[in-house]
């Protein structure tokens, strides 16, 4: 792919404290699930891949949710294309928090014309469900009817389908208005290559479970 016909485009996903930001990334990049993974304070990949019939170059940064690491997180609002806004489906002050979470997206802007995926994690522990699929579609609705997914990182379900779906509302974003009205693009249309990974940046905390090396990505602490 030359650097011409690829798309670039950096998705910043947010979310409040172990919701599974991390493993969701990790499972998107790698397509694995790692139980043990220690999220740190923020960790950049990126990965190549084709949707749509089109190259593109996806810049994933992966940010802590505590509020103790708000500033840190607030550096990429104002630069990212688009955003994974996640939840857990088992926690409602998580459900809760991705309001505040929009909110702050859209004060860092000064636009609330932003492309957001709404996601609620952690779809396969089913029995300790705390957060209806049915709230998660409203809350979609009233953000303006944006794309809203229930993901396993752990099964891998929806997972691809939410990160490629950001990646499409980037670029209907960045289309001229008179052509977002013509644009008719479907999930059937998604065709991927292969990807190929590694991880573009990387601030933490230095971490006690050194990450298994993964074939596609590698990881560079600062």
């Not at 996806?58 to 802590?64: K, N, Q």
Request: charged share 30%; proline share 4%; with cysteine.
């Amino acid at each position: 792919m030359t650097s011409e016909n690829v798309d670039n485009v950096e998705i910043v996903v947010v979310g409040d404290g172990g919701v599974g930001k991390s493993c969701l990334t990790l499972r998107f990049v790698c397509d694995e699930f790692r139980e043990e993974y220690n999220p740190t304070l923020e960790e950049a990949f990126r990965t190549q891949t084709v949707i749509d019939k089109k190259a593109c170059q996806i810049d994933i940064v992966d940010t802590a949710g505590q509020e103790e690491f708000q500033v840190l997180r607030d550096t990429h609002l104002t630069v990212g294309d688009g955003f994974l806004i996640v939840y857990s489906i088992t926690n409602q002050n998580s459900f809760q928090f991705v309001s505040k979470l929009r909110g702050q997206i859209h004060r860092a802007r000064s636009s609330e014309d932003v492309p957001f995926v709404l996601v609620g994690n952690k779809s396969d522990l089913e029995d300790s469900r705390d957060v209806s699929t049915e709230d998660g579609k409203q809350l979609a609705k009233d953000w303006g009817n944006v794309k809203f997914f229930e993901t396993s990182a752990k099964t891998g379900k929806n997972t691809k389908e939410a990160f490629q779906e950001c990646v499409k509302e980037i670029r209907k974003h960045r289309q001229p208005k008179n052509e977002k009205k013509d644009s008719t693009k479907t999930d059937n249309d998604i065709n991927d290559s292969n990807c190929h990974s590694s991880c573009c940046s990387s601030s933490s905390s230095p971490s006690s479970h050194p990450t298994p090396p993964c074939p596609f990505y590698s990881i560079f602490r600062l």
